[in-house]
């Protein structure tokens, strides 16, 4: 499975069997982490035997069951760590689905955990991603439309139309898909509207543009 049929296959699973993440998937995991990491600037970490963050109130009434281990997201304080924790975040929850994994974004309903991960001073938790073996695959979730997202000065090029494609498939914060992505010649800005995570969100939805358009990060304007 290569990463366009991983947007394609990726559902978000709250409910996991129980299971661990070993051997090599684990490893092949933590090797994608390293490298997010290092391209990323920031320091996100797998957590794994830690089962109190998904055993509190707030995990219950986020209906999950059984998470095996998560994703804490985590970088230096300032402006953009957001839109990259998104970004990098993605890369990994999509690397996830290749290695048969299932994942769910997770922006409140869990505990943190300080004793779990590493925070640096000048560090902070932006969001974590729950991980492992799902119960089920997840389900499809209603989308916005190309002209709900899309804005393009005259007949747009396939490969803006197939980013957008992958972009309306990007998980979003409560699915509210709040951004859009406008064409000028060949860059495209892309906007977060207002709202809890939508910088998170931004992020998330131009790893999934590149990745469906075949660009990369100079696509932006």
Sequence with gaps: MDLTQAIAERHSVRQYQNRPIEGETLAALQRAVAECNAAGGLHMQLITGEDRAFDSPQAHYGKFTNVPAYLA??????????ERCGYWGERLVLTAQTLGLNTCWVGGTYKKIPSAYQIAP??????????GYGATQGHPRKS?????????????????????????LAPTALNQQKFTLTLRGDRVQAKAGLGFFTKTDLGIVKCHFEIGAGRDESVWA
Excluded: Q
């Design 122 to 131: 000048g560090e902070k938790l932006v969001i974590v991603i729950s991980v």
């Design 73 to 82: 997201l985590i970088g230096p304080k300032g402006e953009g760590l957001e």
């Design 144 to 168: 916005k439309t190309y002209a709900d997202v899309a804005r393009a000065e005259g007949e747009a090029p396939r490969w803006f139309k197939d980013g957008v494609a992958a972009a309306l």
